[in-house]
């Protein structure tokens, strides 16, 4: 297995721009996860999906960010408009039962 | 509120002390409780896990926890550290379904 695949590992792009990040959890898993990482925040959950359904997003800062899961193999984090305190290292995770999760490598989000 | 408490922010310790990180929780009724890794630039991988038994859970590379109900707390040993074990520890707890919240991580530094 593959594990948890995110793209792309870097970004960088300007104030006011539309910023995506994807997301292929691992096949099995009926449960993926975004957080965001910071040094000021730490690691935040952002929004999480059971069986491509949203459950929660009280974590998404704001009405520029949204997430969708069409399919249970690919997720995505939309950024609209980005700002320079988006930057951040995003993650997602998936899992399949409680336990722990398995984490992807991130994508490191640098908006100038 | 509920939340996930990391005493130590920064610890420094030479090769072959011994590594105590403390956990605070604050969630009421049952919990499972986690320590997650992250080495430099890499994203996080499970240690070792609580979810019921015996309190003393075991991990891997010699690390280990011990749950202290009565304490609320999750504390992270190892005996002997290595350079090698330099990273980031995240403690997290899972009591309301499968979302995990983590504490705000303690940066460790093993020096030779």
């Known amino acids: 297995d593959a594990g948890v695949i995110q793209s792309p590992r870097h970004e960088v792009t300007e104030m006011g721009q539309e910023v995506t990040l994807r997301c292929k959890p691992i096949?099995?898993?009926?449960?993926l996860f975004w957080y965001r990482q910071t040094m000021m925040r730490g690691l935040e959950l952002l929004i999480y999906?059971?069986?491509?359904?949203?459950?929660?997003d009280s974590g998404m800062p704001e009405d520029r960010f949204s997430a969708k899961m069409p399919n249970a193999s690919f997720s995505t984090l939309k950024i609209q408009p980005s700002e320079p305190r988006d930057s951040a290292v995003y993650f997602c995770?998936?899992?399949?039962?409680?336990?722990?999760?398995?984490f992807g490598s991130g994508t490191r989000l640098t908006v100038v | 509120a509920q939340s996930v408490s990391q005493h130590n922010h920064h610890v420094i310790l030479s090769e072959a002390a011994s590594l105590e990180l403390g956990c605070n929780y604050s969630?009421?009724?049952?919990?499972?409780l986690f320590w997650y890794v992250q080495y430099p630039g890499q994203h996080l991988q499970l240690l070792l896990k609580?979810?019921?038994?015996?309190?003393l859970v075991k991990g891997i590379k010699g690390f280990e926890a011990e749950f202290i109900k009565s304490k609320f707390s999750f504390n992270l040993r190892k005996p002997s550290v290595q350079w090698s074990d330099t990273a980031e520890y995240f403690c997290?707890?899972?009591?309301?379904?499968?979302?995990?919240?983590f504490g705000k991580g303690t940066s460790l530094l093993v020096t030779p």
């Open positions: 997290a707890v899972d009591n309301s379904g499968y979302a995990l919240n």
């Open positions: 995770a998936s899992t399949s039962r409680r336990g722990g999760y398995t």
């Open positions: 999906f059971n069986n491509n359904v949203p459950i929660d």
């Open positions: 096949s099995g898993h009926d449960y």
């Open positions: 609580y979810f019921s038994g015996d309190p």
């Open positions: 969630y009421g009724g049952t919990v499972n």
